[in-house]
């Protein structure tokens, strides 16, 4: 459906040298993904607007923010006035979430719901012809460096079928314990979108890392 892509999240890099990290990748992804964590939807907490705007200033491509936060309607319209070229919130705590759908994209920017591992896919299932990207996690929300959760896969598939037979068109995104392993069985299941943090900045070729793992989920991806 969609061409493969990583988005390596800026959650596990080293804020102190933001744009000398983000620098080697861009001319290898089109989008960097950013966690907005607030210790109310999750216990961590990470980073907000400044930051998303010092981000901006040092990267050329898409960034791809991540609503990790209670009332997001609340706080959407700042992140699209920051920089961000798509936004994903999770709809169980927002009162109206076909409305902040309906506004981002009137804003420009892509939109998308997420999906926490314990929630299933009939709770995003109205918005689905509405938005351009559906975010399934695919850890516990809320700290980098977890292992990737191998029960999201069923969930990644029927993702996949309902976009294929109701003739849809978003990406599914998959975020959380990406690794050279777990994204071949992530595009086999119908993922598109790949947001790998660890995986790429701990490595030190991390243009190679990032394009490895693309060239992994480009062989991997189904065809039907």
Known sequence: MHAPEILPSVLACDLARLADEVAPLAGVT??????????RYVDNISFGQPVLGALRAAWPGDLDVHLMIVDPSR????????????VAFHPE???????LVARLRAAGVRVGVGLRPEHPLERVADLLP???TLLLMTVNPGFA??????EVLPKIGEAHALRRSAGLTFRIQVDGGVTAATVVD????????FVAGTSVFAAEDRAGAAEDLRARAAAAMRAD
């Open 186 to 193: 992530a595009a086999a299941a119908g993922a598109d979108w």
């Open 75 to 86: 706080y959407a319209d700042e992140f699209v006035a920051g920089g961000a070229t798509s």
């Open 93 to 99: 705590v927002e009162d109206d979430p076909a409305a």
């Open 30 to 39: 089109r989008t960097l993904h950013f966690d907005v964590m607030d210790g």
């Open 130 to 132: 509405h938005v351009d």
């Open 145 to 150: 460096g977890q292992a990737f959760l191998t």
